[in-house]
């Protein structure tokens, strides 16, 4: 079984979550990837984690949606 837990959403001085408590007991990771949150430092540092604690690690990315075409559907 694999439990995975989407990860690294802190961005800057604003910290989202305990990413070093529930890595201990996850198997994989989705990392943000930044724009809907994340940035490179939490991204590093969250990877970091992850290989400490033998979690797999994945990409949480975010497709941009056209606002546009959302609102004449």
Same mark, same amino acid.
């Given at each position: ?8 959403? #802190? ?12 890595? *201990?007991y996850i198997t #994989?990771?989705?990392?943000a990837c930044g ?12 990877? *970091?984690?992850? *290989? ?7 990409a949480h990315v ?12």
């Amino acid at each position: 079984m694999d439990l995975n837990v989407d990860l690294g959403e #802190s961005f800057g001085r604003y910290i989202l979550g305990n990413d070093a408590e529930i890595m *201990k007991y996850i198997t #994989s990771a989705n990392i943000a990837c930044g724009f809907h949150a994340g940035d490179p430092m939490v991204m590093k540092k969250t990877v *970091k984690l992850a *290989k400490e604690n033998n979690v797999a690690v994945g990409a949480h990315v975010v497709y941009m949606i056209n606002r546009a075409l959302v609102e004449d559907a």
